[in-house]
Protein backbone atom coordinates (compact mmCIF):
# COMPACT_ATOMS: atom_id res chain seq x y z
CA UNK A 1 0.00 0.00 0.00
CA UNK A 2 1.23 3.12 -0.86
CA UNK A 3 0.78 6.13 1.53
CA UNK A 4 -2.39 7.70 1.32
CA UNK A 5 -3.71 5.00 -1.05
CA UNK A 6 -5.97 2.21 0.14
CA UNK A 7 -4.55 -1.52 -2.24
CA UNK A 8 -1.61 -1.52 -4.38
CA UNK A 9 -0.36 -0.45 -7.54
CA UNK A 10 -1.15 -4.20 -8.98
CA UNK A 11 -4.71 -4.23 -7.24
CA UNK A 12 -5.35 -1.48 -9.60
CA UNK A 13 -3.76 -2.46 -12.58
CA UNK A 14 -5.69 -5.53 -12.24
CA UNK A 15 -8.68 -4.31 -11.32
CA UNK A 16 -8.64 -2.24 -14.66
CA UNK A 17 -7.62 -5.23 -16.40
CA UNK A 18 -10.44 -7.32 -15.65
CA UNK A 19 -13.30 -4.76 -15.17
CA UNK A 20 -13.47 -4.88 -11.58
CA UNK A 21 -13.26 -1.10 -10.42
CA UNK A 22 -16.42 -0.42 -9.46
CA UNK A 23 -16.72 -3.47 -6.96
CA UNK A 24 -13.34 -2.47 -5.60
CA UNK A 25 -13.99 0.88 -5.15
CA UNK A 26 -17.32 0.61 -2.74
CA UNK A 27 -14.99 -2.37 -1.10
CA UNK A 28 -12.99 -0.21 -0.28
CA UNK A 29 -14.83 2.95 0.78
CA UNK A 30 -17.48 0.88 2.88
CA UNK A 31 -14.69 -1.44 4.59
CA UNK A 32 -11.48 -0.42 4.56
CA UNK A 33 -9.88 1.80 7.89
CA UNK A 34 -6.72 2.74 8.34
CA UNK A 35 -7.49 1.97 12.05
CA UNK A 36 -9.27 -0.54 14.48
CA UNK A 37 -13.15 0.39 15.04
CA UNK A 38 -14.52 -0.38 18.57
CA UNK A 39 -16.53 -3.25 16.82
CA UNK A 40 -13.16 -4.79 15.37
CA UNK A 41 -11.17 -4.07 19.10
CA UNK A 42 -13.46 -6.23 20.42
CA UNK A 43 -13.50 -8.96 17.56
CA UNK A 44 -9.60 -9.40 18.55
CA UNK A 45 -10.01 -9.61 22.05
CA UNK A 46 -12.40 -12.82 21.62
CA UNK A 47 -9.92 -14.53 19.06
CA UNK A 48 -7.55 -17.46 19.76
CA UNK A 49 -5.43 -17.55 16.60
CA UNK A 50 -4.34 -15.72 14.11
CA UNK A 51 -2.19 -16.66 10.66
CA UNK A 52 0.61 -14.08 10.11
CA UNK A 53 2.25 -13.31 7.34
CA UNK A 54 5.63 -12.03 6.27
CA UNK A 55 8.33 -11.49 3.80
CA UNK A 56 12.35 -10.39 3.74
CA UNK A 57 13.85 -8.08 1.92
CA UNK A 58 13.97 -10.03 -1.31
CA UNK A 59 10.35 -10.87 -1.06
CA UNK A 60 10.38 -14.35 -0.18
CA UNK A 61 7.32 -15.38 1.96
CA UNK A 62 6.29 -17.31 5.32
CA UNK A 63 2.62 -17.83 6.87
CA UNK A 64 2.55 -19.11 10.39
CA UNK A 65 0.04 -19.52 13.10
CA UNK A 66 0.18 -17.66 16.44
CA UNK A 67 -2.16 -18.70 19.29
CA UNK A 68 -3.14 -18.29 22.28
CA UNK A 69 -6.14 -17.60 24.94
CA UNK A 70 -8.77 -15.53 24.09
CA UNK A 71 -7.18 -11.94 24.08
CA UNK A 72 -3.66 -12.96 23.09
CA UNK A 73 -3.15 -10.37 20.39
CA UNK A 74 -3.66 -6.99 22.38
CA UNK A 75 -4.99 -3.64 21.27
CA UNK A 76 -2.78 -1.26 22.75
CA UNK A 77 -5.19 1.03 20.94
CA UNK A 78 -7.17 1.90 17.65
CA UNK A 79 -3.57 2.23 15.53
CA UNK A 80 -1.81 -0.12 17.86
CA UNK A 81 -1.92 -4.16 18.13
CA UNK A 82 0.43 -6.96 20.10
CA UNK A 83 0.88 -9.97 20.09
CA UNK A 84 3.75 -12.17 22.09
CA UNK A 85 6.39 -13.94 21.03
CA UNK A 86 7.09 -17.40 23.00
CA UNK A 87 10.70 -20.07 23.10
CA UNK A 88 9.70 -22.02 20.04
CA UNK A 89 12.06 -23.79 17.57
CA UNK A 90 14.96 -21.53 17.51
CA UNK A 91 14.69 -21.09 13.79
CA UNK A 92 13.34 -17.19 13.79
CA UNK A 93 11.70 -17.56 10.33
CA UNK A 94 8.59 -14.81 10.98
CA UNK A 95 10.61 -12.48 13.17
CA UNK A 96 13.98 -12.89 10.87
CA UNK A 97 11.72 -11.63 8.24
CA UNK A 98 10.51 -8.62 10.16
CA UNK A 99 14.06 -7.78 10.49
CA UNK A 100 14.54 -6.74 6.91
CA UNK A 101 11.03 -5.77 5.94
CA UNK A 102 8.73 -4.50 8.68
CA UNK A 103 5.42 -5.09 6.53
CA UNK A 104 2.69 -7.81 7.99
CA UNK A 105 -0.24 -8.97 7.33
CA UNK A 106 -2.05 -10.26 10.00
CA UNK A 107 -6.30 -12.30 9.39
CA UNK A 108 -8.30 -13.28 12.60
CA UNK A 109 -10.82 -15.49 11.85
CA UNK A 110 -13.85 -16.56 13.83
CA UNK A 111 -14.30 -20.47 12.87
CA UNK A 112 -17.61 -20.88 15.89
CA UNK A 113 -19.34 -18.31 16.06
CA UNK A 114 -19.68 -15.46 13.66
CA UNK A 115 -17.64 -16.75 11.10
CA UNK A 116 -15.65 -13.77 9.96
CA UNK A 117 -12.62 -12.84 9.54
CA UNK A 118 -10.57 -9.41 10.01
CA UNK A 119 -7.27 -8.61 7.98
CA UNK A 120 -5.17 -6.05 10.13
CA UNK A 121 -2.02 -5.14 7.97
CA UNK A 122 0.68 -2.99 8.64
CA UNK A 123 4.12 -2.44 10.12
CA UNK A 124 5.94 -4.75 12.84
CA UNK A 125 8.63 -4.06 14.77
CA UNK A 126 10.19 -6.54 17.70
CA UNK A 127 10.10 -5.03 21.73
CA UNK A 128 11.53 -7.47 24.05
CA UNK A 129 9.00 -7.86 27.05
CA UNK A 130 10.19 -5.98 29.82
CA UNK A 131 10.94 -3.07 27.38
CA UNK A 132 7.01 -3.45 26.08
CA UNK A 133 5.68 -3.76 29.78
CA UNK A 134 7.64 -1.28 30.94
CA UNK A 135 5.53 1.27 28.43
CA UNK A 136 2.13 -0.63 28.32
CA UNK A 137 0.46 -1.25 31.91
CA UNK A 138 -2.26 -3.50 31.03
CA UNK A 139 0.12 -5.38 28.98
CA UNK A 140 -0.93 -9.17 29.88
CA UNK A 141 1.28 -11.08 31.83
CA UNK A 142 0.64 -14.31 30.91
CA UNK A 143 -1.90 -15.84 28.45
CA UNK A 144 -1.37 -19.82 28.06
CA UNK A 145 -0.39 -21.27 31.99
CA UNK A 146 2.90 -20.15 32.72
CA UNK A 147 4.37 -19.21 29.29
CA UNK A 148 6.02 -15.93 29.63
CA UNK A 149 6.59 -14.10 26.56
CA UNK A 150 10.18 -13.83 25.41
CA UNK A 151 9.28 -10.67 23.31
CA UNK A 152 6.49 -9.37 21.64
CA UNK A 153 5.41 -7.37 17.99
CA UNK A 154 3.86 -4.33 18.03
CA UNK A 155 2.05 -3.65 14.53
CA UNK A 156 1.02 -0.49 13.57
CA UNK A 157 -2.29 -0.52 11.81
CA UNK A 158 -2.50 0.63 8.32
CA UNK A 159 -5.20 -0.98 7.02
CA UNK A 160 -8.00 -3.44 8.61
CA UNK A 161 -11.07 -4.96 6.84
CA UNK A 162 -13.62 -7.58 6.84
CA UNK A 163 -12.75 -11.26 5.26
CA UNK A 164 -16.11 -12.40 4.36
CA UNK A 165 -17.88 -15.64 5.59
CA UNK A 166 -19.26 -17.30 2.57
CA UNK A 167 -16.40 -19.45 2.29
CA UNK A 168 -15.47 -19.57 6.12
CA UNK A 169 -16.26 -23.43 7.50
CA UNK A 170 -17.76 -23.34 11.03
CA UNK A 171 -15.86 -25.56 13.73
CA UNK A 172 -17.31 -26.81 17.10
CA UNK A 173 -14.21 -26.27 19.39
CA UNK A 174 -13.86 -29.47 21.58
CA UNK A 175 -11.88 -29.77 25.44
CA UNK A 176 -8.45 -30.69 24.35
CA UNK A 177 -5.38 -30.32 26.39
CA UNK A 178 -2.67 -28.34 25.07
CA UNK A 179 0.74 -28.47 25.85
CA UNK A 180 1.69 -25.06 26.20
CA UNK A 181 5.26 -24.74 25.98
CA UNK A 182 7.00 -28.56 25.71
CA UNK A 183 9.64 -29.23 24.25
CA UNK A 184 8.65 -32.94 24.28
CA UNK A 185 9.00 -33.84 20.26
CA UNK A 186 6.19 -35.94 20.01
CA UNK A 187 4.13 -34.02 21.98
CA UNK A 188 4.85 -30.97 19.60
CA UNK A 189 4.10 -33.14 16.51
CA UNK A 190 7.24 -34.85 16.37
CA UNK A 191 8.18 -35.71 12.50
CA UNK A 192 4.70 -36.10 11.69
CA UNK A 193 5.54 -34.77 7.91
CA UNK A 194 8.73 -37.58 7.85
CA UNK A 195 10.81 -34.99 6.68
CA UNK A 196 13.70 -36.41 9.03
CA UNK A 197 14.03 -39.36 6.38
CA UNK A 198 13.71 -37.82 3.56
CA UNK A 199 16.18 -36.89 0.95
CA UNK A 200 16.65 -33.00 0.44
CA UNK A 201 16.58 -32.21 -3.38
CA UNK A 202 20.18 -31.48 -3.94
CA UNK A 203 20.71 -35.14 -1.99
CA UNK A 204 18.13 -36.26 -4.54
CA UNK A 205 20.29 -34.91 -7.56
CA UNK A 206 23.43 -35.41 -6.23
CA UNK A 207 22.83 -39.38 -5.74
CA UNK A 208 20.77 -39.31 -9.25
CA UNK A 209 24.12 -37.94 -10.82
CA UNK A 210 26.12 -40.42 -9.07
CA UNK A 211 23.82 -43.09 -10.71
CA UNK A 212 23.82 -42.08 -13.93
CA UNK A 213 27.94 -41.67 -13.39
CA UNK A 214 28.44 -45.13 -12.71
CA UNK A 215 25.58 -46.45 -15.34
CA UNK A 216 27.88 -45.01 -18.12
CA UNK A 217 30.84 -45.74 -16.19
CA UNK A 218 29.54 -49.37 -15.84
CA UNK A 219 28.62 -49.05 -20.05
CA UNK A 220 32.11 -48.23 -20.95
CA UNK A 221 34.39 -50.62 -19.16
CA UNK A 222 31.66 -53.33 -20.31
CA UNK A 223 32.29 -52.16 -24.33
Known sequence: MQMGQIGSAGERTLQVEYGTEDRAVKFYSDQVLDHLNPTMIDFVGRQELAFVATADASGECDNSLRAG?????????????????????????????????????????????????????????????ADLRSEISDLPADHTKGRVPERWVVVDVEEAYIHCRKHIPRMAPVPHHREWGTDDVKRKGGDYFEAKSTLRHDEELRQGVSADFAAAQAGTSGS
Open 69 to 129: APGFMHVIDPKTVAYPEYRGNGVMASLGNIRENPHVGIILVDFVHDLIGLHVNGSARIVED
